[in-house]
């Protein structure tokens, strides 16, 4: 109903939306220009943010920048398993040979990151996402799975993205060698005011929205509530449409922001 009063052409805030239309703030710039020297030196990476901040998208974006000829992505979104799970289902995704017993299952790992990156000339990129949920056995396994030839070459990338309390847990004394071994860590942070605005006009634009459809007062009220998430940013923006698209008006008022937010945030 306020896509049509609205004239849009798509949902402007789904989640669906393609790599190449990602709104590019200032802290997603800095994490992909990181995400370039990881591609390029190989070796561990640590991401981490709140809920909201857009670390899964940029995953997207990380996945559909690669070259298949020269990288494998692997993407792992199942965090909360076992550790013997785990090497199973990374086996699987680099399709290993088929063994079961686990020091079986690390040699297959290993055999085909190597055949890969040495044999093939196409470097494995690993990622985890939800890493925060891995427990600490799945860390220290981790350890051993990237040291290879005691430590002399990177024949992959590894990724692990996560909330904060992955950062947590990665500072334990007892994973202490292993955060030494990671190459770089970045904080996804939430978008300031004025990149708030950007990003709604932005989002706008791409469903073919060229009025200005939200009042001054209601960008600042967006961002208020929303804290800078542009998750739930896009939760307020859609239910404050269907608001006005109910009354027949046009334009979004901080009132309509506020009572917007206290169904969604």
Do not use: W
């Not at 790599?19 to 703030?25: E, G, L, N, P, V």
């Amino acid at each position: 109903m306020y896509q049509q009063f609205y004239g849009l052409t798509d949902e402007p805030f789904k989640k669906e939306i393609n790599t190449s239309d990602i709104f590019h703030s200032t802290s997603l710039k800095e994490l992909f220009k990181r995400f370039d020297y990881i591609k390029e030196h190989r070796g561990i990476m640590v991401v981490y943010g709140e809920s909201g901040t857009g670390k899964t998208t940029a995953l997207r974006y990380l996945i559909d920048s690669f070259n298949p000829k020269a990288f494998l992505p692997v993407y792992i979104p199942l965090s909360t398993v076992r550790t013997s799970d785990f090497y199973r289902q990374l086996n699987n995704y680099l399709k290993g040979e088929r063994a079961h017993f686990k020091s079986h299952i690390f040699r297959a790992i290993q055999k085909q990151i190597i055949d890969y990156a040495v044999h093939k000339s196409i470097i494995p990129c690993i990622i985890l996402d939800e890493a925060h949920l891995l427990n600490d056995n799945i860390f220290k396994e981790l350890q051993i799975i990237t040291n290879f030839k005691c430590d002399t070459i990177d024949p992959a990338v590894f990724i692990l993205c996560g909330q904060p309390l992955l950062m947590d847990k990665l500072r334990k004394s007892i994973l202490n060698s292993f955060y030494q071994r990671i190459s770089l860590k970045y904080n996804l942070e939430f978008v300031s005011k004025d990149e708030m605005k950007k990003y709604i006009q932005h989002r706008l634009k791409l469903v073919k929205c060229e009025q200005e459809i939200l009042q001054p007062a209601a960008y600042e009220a967006v961002y208020k509530m929303s804290g800078g998430k542009l998750r739930v940013a896009g939760d307020i923006i859609k239910f404050s449409m269907k608001i006005c698209a109910g009354e027949k008006r046009e334009k979004i008022t901080q009132e309509d922001v506020m009572t917007a937010a206290q169904e969604v945030v």
